[in-house]
C-alpha cells in the first residue's frame, strides 16, 4: 500500500509534512509545516476532515456503475466514451473502476488516520472545545467505517461469508517503506466496521453536537451499520438498526414535490442522512456530477455521452407518454427527475431505423429541471452546478426494513415498506400488492431499489447482494446493445449472468505493484 498510505508529504490545505529526518530537511526545505506542529487544534483537524470527506467521495462511483449496469444507454453525442471498456464490461488490474474505488477510499483512510490518532493528543481550549475535538473525531472513525464497507462491498467474492477475504484493514498510519500487508477476512472487517461505529456513536452522544448532514454524523453511523448488517445478511440486526434511523433521525421521506428538489438543487436536503458537499471552487468538468454522462450540461443540448437505458425508461414510462408532461402525466416523481423533459421518446424504438437518434432519454437527475423551459440549474457557465454526492437517504432505511421481512417471509411486510415509499414518491396513498413467495419478494425489492437510487452508485452492489435472491440480474433492453446503437468491439454487450466473476472488482494495479502479500481475487 506504499502508493496509498505514504507518509513523506500530507497535503492539507496550504499545510504539508514529511516523515523523513526533520534535522535533514530543515535546511532545504524553508517553511516546512510538519505534522506534529500541522495537527494541533481542533481547526487543523477540521481543515483535514474537509480534505479526507473530499478524496474519499468523488462522482467515480456513480459514474461506472450507471455504465457498467443498466442504468444507462449510448447517448446520440457519445463519441467513444465507455463503449469499449465499462459499457462491455472489460475488467481487468488496470480498468478505472477498480484502481477509483481502491485508491480514493484508501487515501481518504489515510487522511481519517491522522485525525483519529491526533484528536487524543491535542489540548482542548475549552469544555466546548473538547466536544468539537470529540465530534470531529466521530466523524473520523465513521467515515472510516463507510470507507472499509465500500471496500469489502466491492472486493469481497460473498460479503455474506466471515471467512471470504476483503481489502486490507487500515487502522493505523503507516510509514513509508512498509508496502506489503495481506487482506483481511470479511469477519475482520465487519468487525472492525461496528467497533469503529460504536465508538463514533458513543463519541457523537457524549459531544452533544446537532447532526449536520454534511459531516459525518450519528444518523449516518446508525444508517452504517443497518447497511452493514444487510451487506452480512444479517437482517435481525439491520432491521433493528435501519428502524432506530427511521425513528430517532427527526426526518420524514422527502414528499412527491420536495424530493425533486434534493438531485435539481441543493438549497434543501430533505430525508438526506449524509451527502458530500461540493464548492465553487471544485467546479469542473472534470468532477462535476452531472458530467459523468454529458459534456456540458443535462439536457439534450448538452452533448450527452450517456442516456437512460431503455430497460430503465420503460420502468417509469412503460406507454412512451412525451416527455415534456411526466410531471403530470405520471405520477411517479421519479419519472420526471429521471428522465429530462426535452427527451425525444420514439413508441417505436425496437424497429426504428435509427434508434440511437429517434430514441433520445435524457439523464435528468442530477441538476436537472422539471420544464423545459425552465432554467438549467446544473450549467458549467457558472460556480452553482455541484451537485453534492448523496452518500445516503432516509429511503434507504425502508428498503432495508423491506429486505428483513422478504427475509423473514413476511410479505406484507415487504409490501408495506415499499408503499411507505411509494406514498412519498406518488404524493398519494398507493396500492402495492403483497409478494407471493420469497424470490417475488426480493424481484420487488431490487426493481424498488432500481428506480429509487438511480445513477446514485447503488445499481452493482444490489444486484450482487440480491440479484440470486431475486433471480434477477441486469436488464438491458436490446436496442441498447443493438448495432444501430453503436460498434461495439468484439460481441455485443448483452446482459453479464449473475454468476460472472466480475461481480467482485480486482484488485487494482495500484496495490499489487507494490503489495507482494496481496491475493488476487478469482478471474483476474
Known amino acids: 500500500m506504499k502508493n496509498i498510505f505514504k507518509l513523506s508529504i500530507l497535503s492539507l490545505g496550504l499545510l504539508a509534512s514529511t516523515g523523513c529526518n526533520r534535522d535533514l ?163 475482520q472487517f465487519y468487525t472492525f466496521i461496528h467497533k469503529d461505529l460504536n465508538d463514533a456513536i458513543s463519541l457523537f452522544q457524549s459531544a452533544g453536537i446537532a447532526a449536520n448532514i454534511n459531516y459525518g454524523n450519528i444518523n449516518f453511523a446508525r444508517g452504517l451499520k443497518a447497511r452493514a448488517f444487510a451487506y452480512k445478511g444479517d437482517y435481525t440486526n439491520a432491521e433493528i438498526w435501519a428502524n432506530q434511523v427511521i425513528n430517532t433521525a427527526g426526518l420524514a421521506l422527502a414528499n412527491k414535490a420536495t424530493y425533486k428538489n434534493i438531485f435539481w438543487s441543493d438549497a434543501g436536503a430533505p430525508e438526506v442522512l449524509f451527502r458530500i458537499q461540493r464548492t465553487g471552487q471544485q467546479n469542473s468538468q472534470d468532477t462535476n456530477l452531472h458530467n459523468a454522462w454529458f459534456s456540458v450540461r443535462p439536457s439534450a443540448s448538452g452533448s450527452p455521452f450517456f442516456e437512460v437505458s431503455r430497460a430503465l425508461h420503460n420502468k417509469l414510462n412503460p406507454t412512451n407518454l412525451p416527455a415534456g408532461n411526466l410531471a403530470n402525466t405520471v405520477d411517479d416523481a421519479r419519472a420526471n427527475l429521471i428522465i429530462g423533459p426535452d427527451s425525444v421518446i420514439d413508441p417505436g424504438y425496437s424497429f426504428a431505423p435509427d434508434y440511437r437518434n429517434s430514441d433520445r432519454l435524457i439523464i435528468n437527475k442530477h441538476g436537472g429541471r422539471a420544464t423545459t423551459s425552465s432554467n438549467t440549474w446544473a450549467n458549467t457557465s457558472n460556480n452553482a452546478n455541484n451537485n453534492s454526492f448523496k452518500i445516503m437517504r432516509l429511503s434507504e432505511m425502508y428498503m432495508i426494513v423491506a429486505e428483513a421481512r422478504a427475509q423473514a417471509s413476511d410479505f406484507v411486510g415487504v409490501a408495506t415498506a415499499i408503499k411507505t415509499v411509494r406514498d412519498a414518491r406518488f404524493g398519494s396513498s398507493v396500492t402495492v400488492a403483497s409478494p407471493a413467495n420469497q424470490t417475488a419478494a426480493w424481484k420487488m425489492i431490487l426493481d424498488e431499489r432500481r428506480i429509487e437510487f438511480a445513477f446514485e452508485g447503488y445499481r452493482f452492489m444490489d444486484i450482487k447482494r440480491l440479484g440470486s435472491k431475486a433471480n434477477s440480474g441486469l436488464d438491458r433492453d436490446p436496442a441498447d446493445y443493438s448495432s444501430l446503437t453503436s460498434n461495439f468491439p468484439a460481441a455485443n454487450p448483452v446482459n453479464m449472468p449473475l454468476t460472472s466473476y466480475k461481480w467482485t472488482l480486482p484488485i487494482p494495479n495500484a496495490e499489487i505493484n507494490v503489495n507482494t502479500e496481496i491475493v488476487q481475487n478469482p478471474g483476474y
Do not use: C, M
Open 25 to 187: 530537511l530543515d535546511t532545504y526545505a524553508p517553511g516546512v509545516i510538519y505534522e506534529q506542529d500541522a495537527l494541533r487544534s481542533s481547526a487543523d483537524l477540521q481543515l483535514l476532515l474537509n480534505s479526507a470527506i473530499s478524496t474519499i467521495g468523488s462522482r467515480s462511483e456513480s459514474e461506472a456503475v450507471s455504465i457498467f449496469t443498466d442504468e444507462v444507454g449510448i447517448g446520440f453525442a457519445n463519441g467513444g466514451q465507455g463503449i469499449d471498456d465499462d459499457y462491455v464490461f472489460f475488467l481487468n488490474t488496470g480498468s478505472d473502476f477498480p484502481t477509483s474505488i481502491w485508491v480514493e477510499t484508501y487515501a481518504g483512510i489515510s487522511r481519517l488516520n491522522r485525525i483519529i490518532d491526533a484528536a487524543d493528543k491535542i489540548v482542548p481550549t475549552n469544555a466546548a472545545d473538547a466536544k468539537l475535538i470529540q465530534n470531529i473525531k466521530a466523524q473520523a472513525l465513521t467515515l472510516r467505517a463507510y470507507g472499509h464497507l465500500r471496500i469489502l462491498g466491492y472486493f469481497s467474492t460473498d460479503p455474506t461469508n466471515d471467512s471470504a477475504l476483503a481489502g486490507i484493514i487500515a487502522n493505523q498510519i503507516y510509514v513509508y517503506d512498509v508496502n506489503d500487508f495481506p487482506r483481511n477476512t470479511n469477519g
